[in-house]
């Protein structure tokens, strides 16, 4: 089984800052990756797939980079909105999540 | 608009079976399959499989596949999951999702609380 494994767990930001959040998979996964925010007591929505391509309606200050086993979503300038729980996702006969990224006002 | 709305909260005893609907609306049933999410209080996302609309594949997660059902029905545009022997561990907010590779949209969620 392909484990996912995201970092950091915790984030502490402020608005403005530019976050990184990781996500690396145990074997190769090509491109096979989404990127979901969930916010408290309510369902995820998707952000990012096929590891860069931005969802329709989702601000572009969100990106998704990387191939194989390393990924990245980057917020380039975080904004009160995006607090909230992250997660990567590997899809391909395969679905796994990554654990969380919560990222939190510093 | 694309909805994906669930059933209401349920409790159960260890030992019972729930089942839990997805109606979808806004979009040809038959060409989107439907996946089934689970996240225990406070914990993350569990993936637990999808269905096909189309011809009624399924796929389950290997830990969950002898436990889980899930089913389709085109004339409302349904798809139901059923989870049996129901533990404490299964005690968890319930999503379904549109898409068989990556999910959007989700449903509400449904809580199945499992308590003697």
């Known amino acids: 089984d392909i484990q996912m494994t995201q970092s950091p767990s915790t984030l502490s930001a402020s608005v403005g800052d530019r976050l990184n959040i990781s996500c690396r998979a145990s074997?190769?996964?090509?491109?096979?990756l989404a990127w979901y925010q969930q916010k408290a007591g309510k369902a995820p929505n998707l952000l990012i797939y096929?590891?860069?391509i931005l969802h329709s309606g989702v601000s572009s200050r969100f990106s998704g980079s990387g191939s194989g086993t390393e990924f990245t979503l980057t917020i380039s300038s975080l904004q009160p909105d995006d607090f909230a729980i992250y997660y990567c996702?590997?899809?391909?006969?395969?679905?796994?999540f990554g654990q969380g990224t919560k990222v939190e006002i510093k | 608009q694309v909805l994906l709305v669930q059933s209401a909260a349920e409790v159960k005893k260890p030992g019972a079976s729930v089942k839990v609907s997805c109606k979808t609306s806004?979009?040809?049933?038959?060409?989107?399959?439907i996946s089934w999410v689970r996240q225990a209080p406070g914990q993350g996302l569990e993936w637990m499989g999808w269905?096909?609309?189309?011809?009624?594949?399924?796929k389950y997660a290997e830990k969950l596949q002898d436990r889980v059902t899930m089913t389709s029905d085109a004339s409302t545009s349904t798809v139901y999951l059923e989870v049996r022997r129901l533990t404490s561990d299964d005690t968890a907010v319930y999503y379904c999702?549109?898409?068989?590779?990556?999910?959007?949209?989700w449903g509400q969620g449904t809580l199945v609380t499992v308590s003697s």
């Open positions: 999702a549109r898409g068989l590779a990556e999910f959007d949209p």
């Open positions: 806004g979009y040809t049933f038959t060409t989107y399959g």
């Open positions: 269905i096909s609309p189309f011809n009624g594949n399924t």
């Open positions: 074997q190769s996964i090509g491109d096979w």
């Open positions: 096929k590891a860069s």
């Open positions: 996702q590997h899809y391909n006969n395969e679905w796994t």
